[in-house]
C-alpha cells in the first residue's frame, strides 16, 4: 500500500544538539511538506518543496532546514538554533499538476521532546 | 486575524448530531477541506467541497457552504464516540495550492 512513513514515531533530544526526521513516500507525489503542530495552535508550515532540489520557506522555517535529493524522500533537521523544538511533527504529500482539490496525504507524525 | 478560524472545543452526547463551525477570509479559495486528527496520529482527509457548491453530503457528513459570509460547517449525523478527534478545517488562499489550516476543534464525544 502506498502512504507517508515518518520515523522515529518517539524522540529524544539533549539541548544543543540537531535531530533529523525521516520522511518517506511512496506515492509518487511531486510535492512534500513539513508542518509543526502545538497544543491549540494548529498546524504551522516549515518548510515545503515542490520538486527535487528546490524547496521553500514556509510560516516558521527558522532552526529548522530540509533537503529534497530525492522525490521520495523529505528530510527535515531540527537544528540547535531552534529555540523551542518540543513538539509534534507532521509530513504531508501531495501530487501537483492535476486540476481539482490539493489533498494532502500525512504521515503518522513524529513527537520530539528537547529534555 | 488568523485565516482560518475554529472554535477550540465541542462537546456532544452520543447519538447526537456535531456541527463543527469555520470561517475563512479569502474568497478566491477554490476548495475548502475537513480533515481529521485521531490522537497521536496525522490527519486523513474527510471529505471537501468546490467553492460552487453550497452543500455536500457523504454518509453521516454534511458539508454547508456559505460563500457569502465566508461559513464553512461539517455537521456529524449520529455521533459515536469513534468520532472523538481534532478536526480541521482547511482553505486554499489566494489561488495557493498550499492549504492554511485552522487550528482545529477538539470534539468531544460523551456516553
Known amino acids: 500500500d502506498g502512504g507517508i512513513t515518518q520515523s522515529p514515531k518517539y524522540l529524544f533530544r539533549k539541548e544543543g544538539q540537531n535531530v533529523t526526521l525521516s520522511c518517506e513516500q511512496n506515492l509518487n507525489h511531486d510535492a512534500m511538506y513539513w508542518y509543526r503542530q502545538d497544543p491549540g495552535q494548529g498546524l504551522r508550515l516549515i518548510y515545503y518543496s515542490q520538486i527535487v532540489n528546490d524547496f521553500q520557506k514556509g510560516d516558521i522555517a527558522e532552526g529548522y532546514s530540509v533537503s529534497r535529493e530525492k522525490k521520495e524522500s523529505f528530510p527535515l533537521t531540527v537544528t540547535s538554533a531552534q529555540k523551542n523544538p518540543t513538539a509534534f511533527y507532521l509530513c504531508?504529500?501531495?501530487?501537483?499538476?492535476?486540476?481539482?482539490?490539493?489533498?494532502?496525504?500525512f504521515g503518522a507524525g513524529s513527537r520530539l521532546t528537547v529534555l | 486575524g488568523e485565516d482560518v478560524e475554529q472554535s477550540l472545543f465541542l462537546s456532544v452526547r452520543e447519538g447526537d448530531s456535531s456541527v463543527i463551525n469555520c470561517t475563512y477570509t479569502d474568497s478566491s479559495s477554490t476548495y475548502l477541506y475537513w480533515y481529521k486528527q485521531e490522537p497521536g496520529a496525522g490527519l486523513q482527509l474527510l471529505t471537501y467541497?468546490?467553492?460552487?457548491?453550497d452543500m455536500k453530503q457523504d454518509q453521516r457528513l454534511t458539508v454547508l457552504l456559505n460563500k457569502k459570509d465566508k461559513h464553512l460547517s461539517l455537521r456529524i449525523a449520529d455521533t459515536q464516540t469513534g468520532d472523538s478527534a481534532i478536526y480541521f478545517c482547511a482553505e486554499n488562499p489566494g489561488g495557493s495550492y498550499i492549504p492554511t489550516f485552522g487550528r482545529g476543534t477538539s470534539l468531544i464525544v460523551h456516553p
Open positions: 467541497i468546490f467553492s460552487n457548491m
Open positions: 504531508a504529500s501531495t501530487r501537483r499538476g492535476i486540476s481539482g482539490a490539493n489533498v494532502l496525504t
